[in-house]
C-alpha cells in the first residue's frame, strides 16, 4: 500500500478549466443581440402598419372625406367598430368597380382603437373623391395605404424567429460550455490520480537497527 495513504482528490483550478467562464457571457451577449433584433424588426413592423392608417382624417359613420388619389396607387378603407357590422363606401365620382374587398383580414391598433381594412380602392385616375362610408354599428372610418400582408406576415415570423434562436443559442452555448468544463475537470482528476503517489511503498525486510533473523 503506499505510505501515508491515498492523496486528497485532485481540484482543477477554476482560471486551469477549459474552455472558460466568459463562453457564459457570450451566450448571454448573443441571446440578447438576437433578441434584440427580434424586437427591432416587430417595432418597425407594427410603426409601419400603424402609420399606413390615416388616423387623423378619420369620420364617423354616415360622414363623408375628401380623399386624395393617384391613378394606379391603391388605397384601403379601415374602419374602427365595436362588433362585427355591415361597411358599405360610396365614391360617387369614380368610375364602378374601382373599389373591392380584399382576400384577406388585416388589423392594426393604433392607440385605443382596432382599424380593420374592409375595402380597397384602385383608382383609374388622379384627383380629389369624396368618400361616404356607413355601417350598422358605431363606427369610425379611416383611408390609408393598402397593407402589404405577406411582407408584415414575414416580418413578424421572422422576429419571433429571431426571439426562438436567442433562447436556443443561449441554452447551446451555455451548454457546450458546461459539459466540455465538466470534461476538461474529470481529464484533470483521472491524469491526477494516474501519477506516482508521494512517499512510495515500504522496503522489503525488517526496519533498520534490528538485528538479523536466524535466516539473513
Not at 417595432?43 to 391613378?71: E, I, M, Y
Amino acid at each position: 500500500m503506499p505510505y501515508g495513504g491515498p492523496p486528497p482528490p485532485a481540484v482543477m483550478p477554476a482560471k486551469d478549466v477549459r474552455p472558460r467562464r466568459i463562453w457564459y457571457v457570450v451566450a448571454a451577449v448573443v441571446a440578447l443581440a438576437l433578441a434584440g433584433t427580434g424586437a427591432t424588426v416587430l417595432l418597425v413592423t407594427v410603426k409601419s402598419a400603424v402609420r399606413s392608417v390615416d388616423t387623423g382624417r378619420s369620420f364617423p359613420s354616415g360622414g363623408s372625406q375628401k380623399v386624395s388619389f393617384t391613378k394606379g396607387k391603391t388605397k384601403a378603407i379601415f374602419v374602427s367598430q365595436s362588433g362585427k357590422g355591415r361597411v358599405n363606401c360610396n365614391i360617387p365620382d369614380m368610375r364602378a368597380g374601382s373599389m373591392t374587398r380584399p382576400d384577406s383580414t388585416f388589423q392594426v391598433t393604433a392607440g385605443s382603437r382596432t382599424w380593420e381594412r374592409v375595402l380597397e380602392v384602385e383608382p383609374g385616375s388622379s384627383g380629389d373623391y369624396a368618400l361616404t362610408c356607413t355601417s350598422e354599428r358605431q363606427a369610425e372610418f379611416a383611408v390609408g395605404d393598402r397593407p402589404h400582408v405577406g411582407a408584415t406576415a414575414g416580418a413578424t415570423f421572422a422576429a419571433i424567429g429571431l426571439f426562438f434562436a436567442a433562447v436556443a443559442a443561449a441554452v447551446a452555448i451555455s451548454a457546450v460550455t458546461a459539459v466540455r468544463r465538466g470534461r476538461h475537470r474529470r481529464q484533470y482528476a483521472a491524469a491526477s490520480a494516474a501519477s506516482p503517489q508521494w512517499g512510495g511503498p515500504l522496503p522489503f525486510g525488517p526496519p533498520s537497527g534490528l538485528p538479523p533473523g536466524p535466516l539473513s
